[in-house]
């Protein structure tokens, strides 16, 4: 049974920091691109970050690009999202997600499996 587990949100202030994680089980998670969106009520789903399964070329969103950074650790099946200078737009419920082709797409309908989401809530 694939499990996603995120962790590490929270409240924080505007220009405050926080790490999310996520540990994947009951797969080879070195096989796969793990990918992080958001979701804020009334919004749709939005892409965030993703790496490839060898750990090149990370992809961000243009909304995080110089804040954010995805990275993972294929011994831990984990994948961390650092999220720093967090702004009150970041706001949402946080999920990861994994894609079996490896590719590190910002396309949602490509991953196969999600976690149940943490809350990240930045106070301004």
């Known amino acids: 049974q694939v499990q996603l587990v995120e962790s590490g949100g929270g409240l924080v202030q505007a220009g405050g920091s926080l790490r999310l994680s996520c540990v994947a089980s009951?797969?080879?998670?070195?096989?796969?691109?793990p990918g992080w969106f958001r979701q804020s009520p009334g919004k749709e789903r939005e892409f965030v970050a993703a790496?490839?399964?060898?750990?090149?070329?990370?992809y961000l969103a243009d909304s995080v690009k110089g804040r954010f950074t995805i990275s993972r650790d294929n011994a831990k099946s984990t994948v961390y999202l650092q999220m720093n200078n967090l702004k009150a737009e970041d706001t949402a419920v946080y999920y990861c997600?994994?894609?079996?082709w490896g590719s590190g797409t910002d396309n949602g309908n490509q991953y196969d499996y999600w976690g149940q989401g943490t809350q990240v809530t930045v106070s301004s």
């Open positions: 790496i490839r399964w060898n750990s090149e070329s990370p």
């Open positions: 009951g797969l080879t998670f070195s096989w796969f691109a």
């Open positions: 997600a994994l894609d079996r």
